[in-house]
């Protein structure tokens, strides 16, 4: 299995704090993903980078924000969480167009 | 925009007989399809993937077909046994080089 490791792998949270969520890899890939998975919807893309320091949104960037300031972490933040925010998260590495790997995923629960 | 759409979302079949998952797509720019079969707990782990330039793919009891003038693609998974039973994810790439994905397909493998 690819060297991904997502934390916390559970977080339950209160409406309107700040969370942030870790990838960390260690395939020193160039590529890293953030996706939410939610029943009947399949898995979004809600942002991803292709290097240090460069980003870009994916369909569902509302309300999040990301990092990457070294190869190895990329990390997701709310900013101020919201139920609808409740989903596993998942991260992935790999080319576009190409087999992603993925995380085991992160699950979080807003109240 | 863009979408893909997956059918059945539960398919029911006895071990030993064939099962079929069916995706459409909408964006005629796609040129890549992968199917990610993803177990409980755990993220999506590709399973086969196909090409624009190819209209079928095999690897031992799986294999895709793909049909771009209907737009739309299919796995098929032959002499199933309970190691299958997951829930299996068809997705698209689109013009800018990430994935769409379709909201996936609970299969039971029945003993």
């Known amino acids: 299995d690819a060297g991904i490791t997502q934390s916390p792998r559970h977080k339950v949270t209160e409406t309107g704090t700040p969370v942030t969520l870790r990838c960390h890899q260690t395939?020193?890939?160039?590529?890293m993903y953030w996706y939410r998975q939610d029943p009947g919807h399949g898995l979004r893309l809600i942002h991803y980078?292709?290097?240090?320091?460069?980003?870009d949104k994916g369909e569902v960037s509302d309300g999040y924000s990301v990092s990457r300031s070294k190869t190895e972490d990329f990390l997701l933040t709310l900013e101020s969480a919201t139920s609808s925010q409740t989903s596993v998260y998942f991260c992935?590495?790999?080319?576009?167009?190409?087999?992603?790997?993925f995380g085991n995923g992160t699950r979080l629960t807003v109240t | 925009g863009e979408n893909v759409e997956q059918h059945p979302s539960t398919l029911s079949v006895q071990e030993g007989d064939s099962a079929v998952i069916k995706c459409t797509y909408s964006?005629?720019?796609?040129?890549?399809f992968p199917w990610y079969k993803q177990e409980l707990g755990k993220g999506p782990q590709l399973i086969i993937d196909?090409?624009?330039n190819v209209g079928e793919k095999k690897d031992q009891r799986i294999a895709v077909t793909l049909n771009k003038t209907a737009k739309h693609f299919s796995l098929h998974i032959t002499e199933t046994q309970p190691e299958d039973s997951a829930v299996y994810f068809c997705?698209?790439?689109?013009?800018?080089?990430?994935?769409?994905w379709g909201a996936g397909t609970k299969l039971i493998i029945k003993p």
């Open positions: 997705a698209a790439s689109i013009s800018n080089y990430q994935l769409i």
């Open positions: 992935a590495i790999g080319q576009p167009d190409q087999p992603l790997h």
């Open positions: 395939e020193n890939h160039r590529y």
């Open positions: 196909i090409r624009s």
């Open positions: 980078s292709y290097g240090v320091k460069d980003t």
């Open positions: 964006d005629s720019a796609s040129n890549y």
